[in-house]
């Protein structure tokens, strides 16, 4: 015969195997990531703020901002030609100064639209004039900063092997190409290449990565000469806008609005807010 305490010990034994079964059968629920979360970012990557605002055009307030803005950052013959096509290129590393800080509204107060793949600075056209990007770029990666509107007809002057060529061109809208690559002392080399698109979208191939994709892209001419390389530390700004008495100028129509009835100069302030802290990215140079 079975002793009553053996058979406690086989109802034990399988009350147990009871409940294991029940318990394989149970989905688990885990908690949802908090939306209030900070999101994770790639190894390779950083996070920028662009910020646009404007100013009225030959006020004397863009010529206060630059005194304290660094345009040595730039080769003397790169800044001879963006200043022959009407920009003006500069960096801020420390302190913001006070009349930026007022017309950029750098304040945590400061609108936003959170995070997003591209920059646009078509909404400077109404009374809210500053509006700030946030986003999160990856090494070697492309996006691109609308600096302007589409114009229906865009003359545009380029000098080719010595020669002063024309031609008008159709919907033709100013855009940056921006890219950035880690450069030493954990910061970043952030690359600017000045494009024109115009015309209407088309199917076009693309090369990447060793493989053709098609995509629907304008006709855009790339302004080789005027291409801009600068090192930005976390905090930096890089600023952009144009010569204020160029009018006619490719700086002049990238960075000019009309609001109200009057001529506005429009600023972009590119901003490293944040540099994954990673060896892969300290490596990848």
Known sequence: MIAKSEIHVIQLRLLLGLLCLT???THLQTPAASPLAPPQMSNDSVAIDIIFARIPLNDGTSEKLWSDLDEQILPQEKRKSLYQNGFRIGRIAGPVPQP???IMKLTDSAPSSGETNTADALSLTDESATTRRHLQLRAGHRTEILASGVYDELPFLRREDGRLVGRTLQKAQGVFGLSVRPSAYGGVKLRLV?????GEPRIQPIAAQGMIRWESQRDRIVLDDLIVEADLTPGDLLI???LPNCPGSLGNRFFTVTA???LHQKII???????QSSPLFAESE
Do not use: D, N
């Not at 000045?194 to 115009?198: G, K, S």
């Not at 302030?269 to 540099?275: D, E, F, G, N």
């Open 269 to 275: 302030a590119i901003r490293l807010s944040q540099v």
């Open 23 to 25: 318990a394989g059968c």
């Open 100 to 102: 930026l800080v007022e």
């Open 240 to 242: 952009l806008t144009c």
């Open 194 to 198: 000045p494009e024109v698109h115009f």
């Open 260 to 262: 109200e009835g009057k």
